[in-house]
C-alpha cells in the first residue's frame, strides 16, 4: 500500500496470510519480516546489485527489523508487530562483494541473514534475535498459549 509505515505493512501481511487459512478451524501461524533504515522498507533484494545497494545503506549503522506475526483461533486473529533494533559494523566494498558472492543476501529481507555469514557484520543486537531471524519465538509463544487457551474454553 502507498504510504504504509513498515509496522503496518509486516501487521497487515501477517494477518492476510493467517485469515487465508484460519478458516480451516486449527490453530494458525503467520509471519512476515521486513528491514526498516530511514522510513524505507527493505524487502528481499531482487538481485546482487540490489543486494550490494541494501547492505551499503545498512553499513556502519542502525536499523529496525519489523516482524508482524499473526496466530489465527477460534476467536479470530491476534496480530503483534516486535521490533529489533541491529546496528552494523563499517562495511568496505571488498566485505560486501565477497558477501554477495556468497548468495546468503537473496531471499532476505535487508538482504543479510543473522543467522549466517551476516552475523559477522553484526555489532549489536537491542531486543529479540529470533525476530531478526524470521519470528520471534518467545512472543510467538505466548499467542499461540493464549489461542489455544481460547480454544480449550470454547470447547
Known sequence: ??????????ARLAREKAQAVAELGDIVIAA?????????????????????VMLRLLSGRTHQVHTGVAVGGPDGVQSRV??????????????????VATGEP????????IQGRGAAFVSRV?????NVVGLPLAE????????????????
Open 106 to 113: 537473496m531471499g532476505k529481507a535487508g538482504a543479510y541473514a
Open 1 to 10: 500500500m502507498p504510504d504504509e509505515q513498515p509496522t503496518d505493512y509486516v
Open 82 to 99: 516486535i521490533t529489533t533494533a541491529v546496528t552494523f559494523i563499517a562495511l568496505t566494498d571488498a566485505q560486501i562483494d565477497w558477501y
Open 126 to 130: 537491542d531486543g529479540s534475535v529470533t
Open 32 to 52: 512476515d519480516t521486513t528491514v526498516e533504515v530511514d522510513g524505507v522498507i527493505l524487502e528481499k533484494p531482487p538481485h546482487a546489485e540490489g543486494a550490494r
Open 140 to 155: 510467538t509463544l505466548e499467542m499461540i498459549r493464549t489461542a489455544v487457551t481460547s480454544e480449550s474454553r470454547s470447547n
